[in-house]
């Protein structure tokens, strides 16, 4: 038996969507007297490994919150280290993750990425665009009240064409004006670094999904860290709202 057969085994069965705030990358480096961009660079390990194992586990969508729209107040060696390690993570797992299976995605806006993070990201795209794993979901230069507003101003120019009425406008068209239009909901959220919130991440998408804070800065998040979660989440009564059948 497999590696991955062995761990999945003794797995509870994965939910299709996971979506992480990999929050403590500072801290963690912090903690050991070590540069912050050290806590990213392990960071980014510990991002491979969360792939590797939702691949293992049969989760169909895993996504990731990289870099926020909020990012770009950091202090601009940290946001230049921030892609950089992007840069080289996408370069260099580009072949791992598409002899994995794993398709790529990303959300959020392009506006003032480089030039060159563009190309590699419409290259990683286009080059797994066929796989049927994981859908790797990458949130970069994203927000979410950025993207409703997006969602909002879409609809309104249908409006102003004539294609819509503002009162046949519900929820369904709402979504499918979203960068996720295509994808899931998440059902289980995880924010690692004892945090407690959401950051502008998924606001709409996640207005049902289990919500799990672990206090593990994300650098150490692990295969047990992941169980872990999806343990609690399955501790959870989903009721959407209703009441039990
Ligand atoms: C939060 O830690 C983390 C980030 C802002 C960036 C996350 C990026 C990575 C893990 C690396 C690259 C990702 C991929 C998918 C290759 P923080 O800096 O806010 O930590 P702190 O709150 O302790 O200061």
């Not at 230049?80 to 260099?92: H, K, V």
């Not at 295969?223 to 609690?232: F, N, V, W």
Request: hydrophobic fraction near 45%; aromatic fraction near 8%; glycine fraction near 6%.
């Amino acid at each position: 038996m497999t590696q991955a057969a062995t761990s999945s085994a003794a797995a509870p069965q994965a939910p299709a969507h996971i979506a992480i705030i990999m929050d403590g990358n500072g801290r963690w480096a912090k903690a050991r007297g070590l540069p912050r961009v050290a806590g990213h660079q392990r960071g980014a390990e510990a991002a491979r490994i969360a792939v590797r194992s939702c691949g293992e586990l049969g989760v169909k969508y895993l996504t990731l919150y990289a870099f926020s729209s909020e990012n770009w107040k950091r202090p601009v060696a940290e946001v230049d280290d921030l892609m950089s390690l992007l840069r080289f993570y996408l370069r260099r797992e580009i072949g791992s993750l598409a002899e994995q299976g794993v398709r790529l995605r990303f959300i959020g806006s392009r506006e003032r990425l480089a030039p060159d993070i563009i190309t590699e990201i419409e290259r990683s795209e286009a080059l797994t665009h066929a796989n049927s794993g994981l859908t790797l979901v990458v949130a970069l230069n994203y927000g979410s009240h950025e993207e409703i507003v997006q969602a909002a101003r879409l609809l309104a120019e249908d409006v102003a064409k004539g294609a819509l009425r503002p009162a046949d406008i519900d929820e369904a068209m709402f979504a499918a004006r979203l960068s996720t239009a295509d994808i899931p909901n998440p059902d289980l959220l995880i924010r690692t670094s004892g945090e407690q919130r959401l950051s502008n991440f998924l606001l709409w998408q996640a207005a049902y999904s289990e919500l799990v804070f672990l206090d593990t800065c994300w650098p150490d998040f692990s295969r047990e860290s992941l169980d872990q979660a999806i343990r609690e989440f399955h501790r959870r009564d989903r009721r959407f709202g209703a009441t039990h059948g």
